[in-house]
C-alpha cells in the first residue's frame, strides 16, 4: 500500500493533502514490473539502489499512463483517461519528477480540459525551473526533449493566460 498525496491539487481539501492510499492495478504492475526488467544492466549500489527502483515503478506507471491515454485516444472512453491522470499521479508520487506534471498537462489539453491544462504547464514550469535532477533521474530524463516540452509548455500557458508563470 502507497500512500499518494493529490499532487496536481485536483483536490482542495485537507483530507487529501494528508495522502490516499491506494494499490497498484494488475496492469500497472505489469508496467512496472516491464520497467524493472529492462533496467536490469544498470549498476546499483546501495546508495541509489531505492532511488531507482522508485524511477524505475514510476518510469513503468507513466508507460502505462502514455498507453491509456493512447487508447482513450482512439475509443474515447472515459475511464481510459481517468485510468491515464491516476497513473500518471501515482508515477509522479513515487518519483516527483516535474516532466510527469508536463504529461498530465498534455492529457488534459489534448481531452479537451483546458483549464486544468494550463493549471498543470504553469505548475510544471515552476518545478521545472528549480528542478536538479539527479544522476538517476538523468537515466529517465535523457529519452526526453525536457527542453522542448518547456516550450510547448511557456507557449500554452501564455497563449491561454497572456502570462507565464514566473
Do not use: W
Amino acid at each position: 500500500m502507497v500512500i499518494m498525496k493529490d499532487p496536481f491539487g485536483f483536490h482542495d481539501d485537507e483530507a487529501t493533502d494528508a495522502g490516499v492510499p491506494f494499490e497498484y492495478t494488475a496492469e500497472e504492475q505489469a508496467a512496472i514490473d516491464e520497467a524493472f526488467q529492462g533496467m536490469e544492466k544498470y549498476v546499483m549500489t546501495e546508495e541509489n539502489l531505492a532511488e531507482f527502483q522508485q524511477m524505475l515503478t514510476a518510469l513503468g506507471l507513466s508507460d502505462y499512463a502514455a498507453n491509456c491515454f493512447f487508447r482513450f485516444t482512439e475509443t474515447s472512453h472515459l475511464h481510459d483517461l481517468q485510468a491515464a491522470v491516476v497513473a500518471m499521479g501515482k508515477a509522479y508520487a513515487v518519483y516527483s519528477l516535474p516532466i510527469f506534471v508536463y504529461d498530465t498537462a498534455v492529457f488534459c489539453e489534448e481531452s479537451g480540459h483546458a483549464e486544468n491544462a494550463v493549471r498543470l504547464y504553469e505548475k510544471f514550469l515552476k518545478l521545472q525551473a528549480v528542478y536538479k535532477p539527479t544522476r538517476i533521474a538523468s537515466l529517465f530524463l535523457e529519452s526526453r526533449s525536457v527542453g522542448d516540452d518547456v516550450a510547448t509548455a511557456s507557449l500554452n500557458a501564455l497563449s491561454k493566460t497572456g502570462s507565464l508563470p514566473f
